[in-house]
């Protein structure tokens, strides 16, 4: 089991497992690091899609969507060429659903 708690004082994606669960949890990797491009990055989700690893997370101070992919889990991840995938036109934080159809993306809403 993993987890990823909020991450925006330490201005890094961490990742947890448990050892065991539920009493005791270990960092096994940081998976993203702020920097002047996405400072620092909030509310990650992390979907496992045909075999590869993305990791969407929102900017702090924009609220812009950013799109990350892997290999693997534990990284490294890479930034999307077109991220943020959605700039958000207030700074409100935008709410965000992973639609599939048949067994394909088709779309954030």
């Known amino acids: 089991m993993y987890m990823i708690p909020e991450c925006a004082k330490s201005r890094q994606i961490k990742l947890y497992k448990a050892a065991p669960f539920p009493g005791k ?4 990797a940081t998976l993203i690091k702020s920097n002047k491009r996405y400072p620092p990055l909030l509310d990650p989700s992390i ?3 045909d075999g ?3 990791l969407f997370s929102f900017a702090r101070k924009l609220q812009n969507l950013h799109l990350f992919s ?3 889990l ?3 991840w890479t930034e999307h060429p077109k991220s943020p995938v959605i700039r ?6 935008l709410p965000m659903t992973l639609s599939f159809s048949q ?6 809403v």
């Open 25 to 28: 949890w270990e960092q096994c």
């Open 47 to 49: 979907v496992l899609h």
């Open 52 to 54: 590869r690893w993305y």
């Open 70 to 72: 892997s290999d693997t």
């Open 74 to 76: 534990y990284g490294p």
């Open 88 to 93: 958000a036109t207030t700074k409100k934080r």
């Open 103 to 108: 067994g394909k993306s088709i779309g954030i």
